[in-house]
């Protein structure tokens, strides 16, 4: 069982139900609230009162600019490149290093009251709540200040990032003077914040300070080039060039005043910082208001100047539509949204509270990423420097999948534009066909790590199970037939080329030198999640293009020209997934998570401190690789990928055997530990898990939410409701249900989009309802399911299906110390230690 998180687990070892201080967070269905400012925390704060839309992010930071943690713009893709200076260097190793650029800062308003500046970190401040809107997609602020010679102000602020305009961003600053007559200043501002210097930097904040593998390293040089920077009696516009990877990117913003002040107005425009300020006497009971309209417009190429027209373009269309305009569209965009995703949890208003925030989470990140990837951290961090992972296929990719299969469609057009990089990439390390880039953000390897990068191979065969399932939940024959084939190709080449066969009387085909998921495992061979990825990844290759000749032999023929597609192959593949080596153990009656994982000494979880955790900073890789220990879940997450595949016995055993050695150390584990211990009926312990998972950043639970959000957990969050307490699997092109309702849920609804049919789901503990709904995309023709093996034809006015129960109920609870004693098939016992203990004397 994954090791104990203080903030998720009482010191008991009982889990909370609500880590999060409800006097500062008080509880709101549809908000995230706080109402209490401190500095103890900014870090945090700033990532979770993030606005975004999957291309623009902008940090939760103050609009007076300090205190911050760290300042933070950020734009989807938009990078600077270096050279990976490797100790030891040898041939196929990533050359280059790629690292998301903090864009130029245009959240900036600073506010003077007779030159008293306005800073929430010293500031008397007698109310403040600050709140994030799920449905508006809003950010507000409202405080109320006593200034140091008594004046008392309201001020109030508003932030959004359009999710109907992707390029566009809105700010509001609202100055009420409350007591008193006061001279009032605005600095509203654009800063260069990646090469300028911030005077205002709290020590020792910055992202990159301490080891930490997961944070962004910092550059050597000037990144930012200056060259253009363009000034009317409103408008500010620049544009800068990046010095290595020649990306290039402008900004442009827009003042709107609004007041019955008199204002004086200045102008300063420089290579890295343009103001424009407005100064005004505001006696008591006046207002003053003002809007900034923002918009970043980014390129691998576009010369400046055209991203400063573009910029143009986009406010001379924009603003003119006024604040409110932007707004509705900002309210009608989400209203979809929520039609299609939304989650109801009754009975449940924290965990419901904390599931919406992270489906929101989840459209800040992908909902306008449109051409681009979606980053681990999303735009709201620089954490993972800005990568892509495999994170996106299989964690993000099904929510989208079964909610906003266009988003789908756009992540995965995303990967199949990588793939002439990933044909190179493949031939780097002397294979045919195409292989992803384990980390990377324009599409060539950036993981300097090859061990616990490059080797994991396995992301080609997540790429192509999401494309499956993407395929069986739309049937978008149109993707299929262009992008989805030409992935599925590509991947099933790598593994007939990266495999080997092994005669004998069975003969088999054998994958070595790989890395599962878990990493704190490496470079073994039959890792048992690659070789069942890779099984399926072959199969439906080899199924889809026999289909399409038979279909369509013009289209067929096209795409044999196109690949050099000999006839033979997708025989090949078949004959070569059939023969897949899937490791079994049948004295411990377990899938061996690779050849010789069971060899190994078993890590003793219940005797390392949670201090010692994540195991990665704290022990040396070959020292964690030595034993029987895992960062996350491998075994356990090929049970819930290709669920179709193991039996419910040996789903349990795989399980039972695995989760007392999983440490949790990954924010990607918990989310499958509660799946698939729901399945087999560990209720509690999937009940805990999503618990763990559902607070990973409302609580910080792995104490780097600094950095940005965990995106794939969210996306995870969503898969553990849906498929765990759900129930729901995409199996064989049939969508299953078989329920595992938490004992103290009444109920749980949800959303699925199958064949552009949008079906609520209510699941109870009696009996499930399913019910077709409308939508602008969606038909609410009439569909089948299957529960619990029996076919379900749900017509226009749906159906209920009874439960017999939510399937087996295990009380227990699984702990580290459960292999103490174990017989390996070699007939030795397992010993549990720590690289701690001392030997024996």
């Known amino acids: 069982m994954t090791a104990p998180n203080p903030v998720t687990t009482a010191a008991d070892g009982t889990p909370r139900t609500d880590p999060l201080d409800r006097t500062r967070f008080p509880v709101d269905p549809w908000r995230l609230v706080e109402t209490r400012h401190s500095s103890d925390d900014l870090g945090l704060t700033e990532t979770l009162f993030s606005v975004a839309n999957g291309y623009l992010g902008l940090r939760g930071n ?70 994030l809107d799920l449905r508006a997609g809003v950010l507000t602020r409202d405080v109320v200040w006593r200034t140091t010679a008594g004046k008392r102000l309201r001020v109030r602020s508003q932030r959004m990032v359009s999710f109907a305009e992707r390029h566009l961003g809105l700010l509001s600053l609202e100055v009420e003077m409350l007591d008193g007559d006061a001279a009032v200043t605005v600095s509203s501002q654009i800063l260069n914040r990646q090469d300028g210097t911030d005077e205002y930097a709290v020590d020792g904040e910055a992202m990159g300070a301490g080891f930490d593998p997961r944070k962004a390293g910092a550059f050597g040089h000037r990144v930012l080039l200056p060259e253009a920077q363009e000034s009317t009696e409103h408008r500010l516009a620049m544009g800068w060039r990046t010095a290595h990877s020649g990306m290039t990117l402008a900004v442009a913003v827009e003042h709107h005043l609004t007041t019955e002040c008199e204002v004086r107005t200045s102008q300063v425009v420089e290579p890295d910082q343009a103001k424009q300020v407005y100064a005004f006497r505001l006696a008591q009971g006046q207002t003053v208001r003002l809007d900034k309209w923002l918009t970043y417009h980014s390129s691998t190429g576009v010369p400046v100047p055209e991203l400063v027209d573009r910029c143009h373009r986009t406010l001379d269309r924009l603003v003119p539509e006024g604040v409110e305009g932007a707004l509705t569209a900002q309210e009608g965009w989400l209203a979809d949204f929520w039609a299609n995703a939304d989650v109801e949890l009754p009975g449940q208003p924290e965990m ?8 929101f989470s989840l459209a800040q990140a992908a909902g306008r990423a449109d051409r681009e990837g979606v980053p681990a951290k999303g735009v709201t961090g620089s954490g993972y420097e800005g990568h892509y992972f495999w994170d996106t296929e299989a964690y993000v990719v099904p929510f989208l999948t ?14 199949a534009r990588m793939l002439p990089k990933a044909r190179e990439r493949a031939r780097d390390l002397a294979l045919t066909g195409a292989l992803f880039p384990w980390r990377t953000i324009n599409g060539e390897e950036a993981s300097a790590f090859y061990a616990a990068g490059t080797a994991q191979y396995h992301i080609d065969a997540d790429v192509a199970h999401a ?30 080329d990266l495999g080997f066969w092994q005669q004998g009387p069975e003969p088999r085909f054998h994958i070595h030198s790989v890395t599962g998921p878990d990493e704190y495992t490496t470079v073994v061979n039959n890792n048992l999640f690659t070789n069942v990825m890779a099984r399926a990844n072959l199969e439906r290759a080899a199924r889809e293009v026999t289909q399409l000749a038979q279909d369509d032999p013009s289209a067929y023929a096209e795409l044999a020209q ?74 356990v997450l090929a049970l819930f990928l290709q669920s179709d595949r193991f039996t419910p016995e040996q789903k349990r055993r795989d ?76 199996v064989g092109g049939r969508l299953t249900f078989d ?60 159906v209920t299906v009874p439960l017999d129960g939510q399937g087996p109920r295990i009380d227990e609870v699984l702990r580290p110390g459960r292999h103490e004693g174990l017989l390996r098939r070699d007939g030795s016992l397992m010993t549990v230690s720590t690289p701690d203990d001392m030997p024996p004397a």
Not at 352 to 359: C, N, P, S, T
Not at 683 to 708: C, E, I, Q, W
């Open 62 to 131: 103050p609009e007076e600019g300090r205190d911050a943690h760290v300042h933070g713009t950020f734009v989807n893709g938009f990078h600077e490149t270096w050279r990976i200076k490797h100790a030891e260097d040898a041939y196929g190793f990533a050359k280059v290093g790629q690292t998301i650029v903090t864009a130029p800062d245009a959240k900036l308003m600073k506010l003077y009251v007779d030159d008293e500046p306005f800073i929430l970190a010293t500031a008397d401040v007698e109310s403040y709540e600050r709140s």
């Open 352 to 359: 419901q509270q904390a599931v919406r925030f992270a489906l």
């Open 402 to 415: 079964f909610t906003m299969p266009h988003l789908a469609r756009n992540a995965l057009q995303f990967r």
């Open 467 to 496: 494309v499956a399932t993407y395929l069986d939940a739309t049937g978008d024959r149109d993707f299929g037939r262009r992008g989805g084939l030409e992935i599925l190709v590509g991947t099933a080449r790598m593994w007939t």
């Open 562 to 635: 196109r690949f050099d597609l000999l006839a033979e192959e997708p025989e090949t593949w078949a004959r070569v997934a059939e023969a897949v080596h899937i490791p079994y153990d049948e004295t411990l009656g377990i899938h061996p998570q690779d050849d010789h994982f069971l060899d190994r000494e078993v890590w003793d979880l219940s005797a390392t401190p949670p201090e010692r955790h994540p195991l990665l900073l704290h022990y040396h890789p070959l020292v964690i690789y030595r034993y029987q220990v895992l960062k996350q879940a491998d075994v």
């Open 655 to 730: 399980f039972e055997y695995y989760d007392p050695i999983t440490t949790g150390d990954s924010t990607l584990s918990a989310v499958v530990q509660s799946i698939v211990a729901a399945e087999v009926g560990y209720h509690h312990m999937a009940l805990d898990y999503f618990r763990r998972a559902l607070y990973v950043d409302l609580a910080d639970a792995h104490s780097n939410t600094v950095d940005g959000m965990h995106i794939a957990n969210s996306g995870g969050v969503w898969s553990a409701v849906v498929c765990g307490f759900g129930g729901m699997r995409a």
């Open 739 to 798: 329920p595992r309702l938490p004992v103290d849920w009444p109920e749980v609804t949800f959303r699925v989009r199958w064949h552009g049919t949008r079906l609520r789901v209510r699941v109870a503990q009696e009996a499930m309802e399913f019910t077709p709904e409308q939508g602008p995309a969606t038909s609410g023709s009439p569909c089948v399911v299957h529960v619990r093996g029996e076919e379900v034809r749900i017509g226009p006015e749906g």
